[in-house]
Structures are given as structure tokens and as C-alpha cells.
């Protein structure tokens, strides 16, 4: 090999890594979040922040719901957390405390309002984990039976909540009330 082809080489291959690094610099980082749509909720059990009582996944099941992955450090979660106060009281609400300290957990939601009807601590991550949670806030629609519908990670907003989630939060309740044997379902927003 002459000494000019060898002085191409490492151009050529610090130019096809450049193109490779460009072209990975256009992915959505949120575009995983349709990766997961279908997949159950995965069994585990957690305290509940404020009662220390036992909460299993199964006792999420019987009607739809979002799960809100969240924590007191976080920035966009606290930028959401209006919302999801306002949203409370028309849909079936959980939250995911994640590697957070319990005490700052309870003082912040004591201050700003807990939405949620139950908080699950989470203080080594390894539910989230599970869940493929990558970072807070995401936050996730569960149909009656556990099955992920939804998922939207980074903060939510009402744009977000009206255009990605109640079409099929409607859905999910409409399903629910159809196999359920009272026919009643919960109003959705």
C-alpha cells in the first residue's frame, strides 16, 4: 500500500464516523417512548409514600390510568405538576417517586398539592427501571388491564394531555366499560 492511500484512511474513516454522528444527532430522543405501546405493567410492589402501606401493581388494575414518574429535584417535574393537580380529579391518578428522599418527596407534594391517589416510592430506581424509564418526569396510560397505551417522556403539557392522551384515555374507558359488568365507566376529561 503507497504511503499516500495510507494517509486516506484515517480521513475517510474519521469522515464515515462523522456521518454516522450526524445522522444520530437528528433522532428524537423521545421517539422510544411508541417502542414499549402494548407491554404489560410489570408486577412489582412498592410503600406508598405517605401511608407505608404495600401497593402491587395489581392493585393499579380495574380501570385506566397514568402513572406519573416524578421526583422533588426535578425541574420539568415540578413545571407539570400544576397540571396534574388540575387533572386529578378527573382521572385515576398514580405516581412513581423516583430515587428520590422520601421526606423531600412528602414536603414538596405537601406544598404544592398531591394529586396522585397513591405515590410509590421508588428510592433506588429499580421500578423504574422496569417500567424503561430513562429520565423525569414520563409519565404513562395504562388501560384496565395493565396494558401500556401511552407513554410521554419529559414534561407534560396540556397540548400534550389533550392531543396524545385523552383520545385514548376515551378509548381505554370506553373498552373498560365494556367488559366490565356493571357498564359503568369513569368520566374522562
Given at each position: 500500500?503507497?504511503?499516500?492511500?495510507?494517509?486516506?484512511?484515517?480521513?475517510?474513516?474519521?469522515?464515515?464516523?462523522?456521518?454516522?454522528?450526524?445522522?444520530?444527532?437528528?433522532?428524537?430522543?423521545?421517539?422510544?417512548?411508541?417502542?414499549?405501546?402494548?407491554?404489560?405493567?410489570?408486577?412489582?410492589?412498592?410503600?406508598d409514600l405517605?401511608?407505608?402501606?404495600?401497593?402491587?401493581?395489581?392493585?393499579?388494575?380495574g380501570k385506566?390510568?397514568?402513572?406519573?414518574?416524578?421526583?422533588?429535584?426535578?425541574?420539568?417535574?415540578?413545571?407539570?405538576?400544576?397540571?396534574?393537580?388540575?387533572?386529578?380529579?378527573?382521572?385515576?391518578?398514580?405516581?412513581?417517586?423516583?430515587?428520590?428522599?422520601?421526606?423531600?418527596?412528602?414536603?414538596?407534594?405537601?406544598?404544592?398539592?398531591?394529586?396522585?391517589?397513591?405515590?410509590l416510592a421508588?428510592?433506588?430506581?429499580?421500578?423504574?427501571?422496569?417500567?424503561?424509564?430513562?429520565?423525569?418526569?414520563?409519565?404513562?396510560?395504562?388501560?384496565?388491564?395493565?396494558?401500556?397505551?401511552?407513554?410521554?417522556?419529559?414534561?407534560?403539557?396540556?397540548?400534550?394531555?389533550?392531543?396524545?392522551?385523552?383520545?385514548?384515555?376515551?378509548?381505554?374507558?370506553?373498552?373498560?366499560?365494556?367488559?366490565?359488568?356493571?357498564?359503568?365507566?369513569?368520566?374522562?376529561?
Amino acid at each position: 500500500m503507497s504511503a499516500r492511500l495510507r494517509l486516506f484512511i484515517p480521513l475517510g474513516i474519521t469522515l464515515c464516523l462523522g456521518l454516522l454522528l450526524w445522522l444520530g444527532l437528528g433522532n428524537n430522543p423521545y421517539s422510544q417512548d411508541d417502542a414499549t405501546l402494548g407491554r404489560g405493567l410489570p408486577s412489582w410492589q412498592s410503600q406508598d409514600l405517605f401511608s407505608d402501606r404495600l401497593i402491587h401493581t395489581d392493585d393499579l388494575k380495574g380501570k385506566p390510568f397514568v402513572l406519573n414518574v416524578w421526583a422533588s429535584w426535578c425541574p420539568a417535574c415540578r413545571a407539570e405538576h400544576p397540571l396534574l393537580v388540575e387533572l386529578a380529579g378527573s382521572v385515576t391518578l398514580y405516581g412513581l417517586n423516583y430515587r428520590d428522599k422520601a421526606e423531600a418527596a412528602r414536603s414538596w407534594l405537601r406544598e404544592a398539592g398531591n394529586p396522585y391517589q397513591a405515590v410509590l416510592a421508588d428510592p433506588d430506581g429499580k421500578l423504574a427501571l422496569e417500567l424503561g424509564v430513562y429520565g423525569t418526569p414520563d409519565t404513562y396510560l395504562f388501560g384496565a388491564d395493565g396494558t401500556l397505551i401511552a407513554r410521554h417522556t419529559g414534561e407534560l403539557t396540556r397540548d400534550i394531555w389533550q392531543r396524545q392522551f385523552v383520545p385514548l384515555l376515551a378509548e381505554a374507558h370506553a373498552k373498560a366499560a365494556n367488559q366490565s359488568p356493571s357498564g359503568k365507566a369513569e368520566t374522562t376529561p
